[in-house]
């Protein structure tokens, strides 16, 4: 019997007694390196609120997508919300796209965009433009967008936080998937967009994308360190099941960054308003506890910190979270878990392959006697290594809402 026919044969009728939470600090998985005394920064982490609660839970390690791949932030979560992402492609324009509000058709062709710094060759000197200020990102974004227009298609440009930004292609018979002009490192030039499929649609949008850069260029010249601009998860709204049809939770979003609330509305989630901390974060869990089942919770900093091969900012952001987490815990989960939807070690200053830890918390889940969450911890927990596709069905489990399987 095929996994997903077998859980819904199980489901039981009822929701849940109390509330599912999903806790992502993003990218937390790290790696312990010789540069720090062989220590990741959850092992030197102040957290004596993440420190007794993983006393009382079952831990282990996650695989985001298959051993040895190295997930986008989409995969990431897509997993942890149960839907393989091996299975269920969402390109990250789209995902962007409608995080910030734009309400994507099904033949628009929408682009995650970073401002970049390029030197004289054009070559990309630094992929985020020394994360400029999102005043000037406002700027900037008012530049590209008068240009309107390219032939039959019609060009949106909306800004994001710092140096992100969403571009969205409509109309003109054009369609994704189409590769990044990312070259995902300095020291190489903006790739060309280029079609890797025969279809009509795809080669077309290729054409429009490559004269938007023809027409946009000249309009930044002038503004250094954000002289360019990089395209990524170039693609189409796919058709996707929602998170209630498949797992009979109302469930709602508390992030912040467009991406994450884009990529819960995709799903069917109820995005909420944005937080200014992650305190506000958690009351916002309180405040909306009566109207929903379940709630993922997101967390951005550790992702970052990881990525501008932050140490101690990893770990400022960890302690931060511990700090906050009484909050949370006033009106404690029936099931919680919490996680990252990838790792993003400070050595590599990128996401890796690396399992994430996870711990899971409630009153069945069993204490694995371990002290701490961390990586060390998890790799000795009782959850062992599992794919992260799976971690929704363990929540739903310890919320007792399958029935026995077999006589």
């Known amino acids: 019997m095929e996994e997903e026919t077998l859980y819904r044969s199980l489901r039981l009728p009822h929701r849940p007694e109390g509330k599912l939470v999903l806790l992502v600090l993003d990218g937390v998985g ?3 390196t010789a540069a720090t005394g062989y220590r990741t920064p959850l092992e030197v982490a102040a957290t004596p609120n993440l420190d007794e609660l993983a006393r009382a839970s079952a831990m282990g390690r996650m695989i985001p997508v298959l051993p040895g791949i190295t997930p986008g932030s989409g995969p990431g979560h897509l997993g942890l919300f149960g839907y393989d992402p091996a299975l269920f492609r969402v390109d990250r324009g789209v995902i962007e796209a409608l995080g910030v509000g734009i309400d994507l058709r099904t033949d628009d062709v929408a682009a995650r965009a970073n401002f970049c710094t390029v030197n004289a060759e054009g070559v990309v000197t630094d992929r985020r433009a020394g994360r400029i200020d999102s005043g000037l990102n406002r700027t900037l974004c ?6 309107g227009r390219i032939g039959e298609t019609e060009v949106i440009v909306r800004r994001g936080r710092s140096h992100r930004f969403v571009v ?3 109309g003109g018979g054009i369609a994704g998937p189409l590769p990044d002009s990312d070259p995902h490192g300095t020291g190489l030039p903006v790739r060309p967009i280029v079609a890797q499929s025969r279809e009509r649609k795809v080669r077309k949008a290729a054409e429009v994308i490559a004269r938007f850069y023809r027409q946009a260029m000249p309009l930044l010249a002038e503004d250094y360190p954000a002289n360019s601009f990089l395209l990524r998860g170039i693609g189409s709204l796919p058709r996707i099941p929602g998170f209630e049809e498949r797992f009979r939770l109302r469930a709602a979003a508390i992030a912040a960054y467009p991406m994450y609330r884009g990529l819960a509305q995709l799903i069917g989630m109820r995005t909420l308003k944005e937080a200014r901390d992650i305190g506000q974060q958690f009351r916002q869990y309180l405040d909306e506890l009566e109207g929903f089942d379940y709630f993922f919770i997101h967390v951005k900093g550790t992702d970052m910190s ?6 101690d900012g990893k770990v400022t952001v960890i302690e931060a979270v511990d700090q906050a987490l009484p909050i949370l815990l006033q009106k404690r989960p029936l099931v ?12 590599l200053k990128s996401h ?6 996870v711990l899971l918390n409630s009153p069945v889940s069993g204490s694995d006697g371990l002290s701490r969450f961390t990586e060390t911890c998890a790799n000795r927990g009782s959850l062992g290594i599992f794919q992260s596709k799976y971690l929704i069905r363990l929540m739903m489990a310890n919320a007792g809402l399958f029935a026995k399987f077999g006589a």
């Open 352 to 357: 890796s392959w690396h399992p994430q830890p």
């Open 336 to 347: 919680l878990a919490v996680t990252g939807d990838h790792s993003t070690p400070v050595a």
């Open 142 to 147: 008012q530049k590209l967008g008068s240009i």
């Open 306 to 311: 990881g990525e501008d091969g932050d140490f």
């Open 30 to 32: 790290d790696i312990a």
């Open 168 to 170: 969205v292609f409509r």
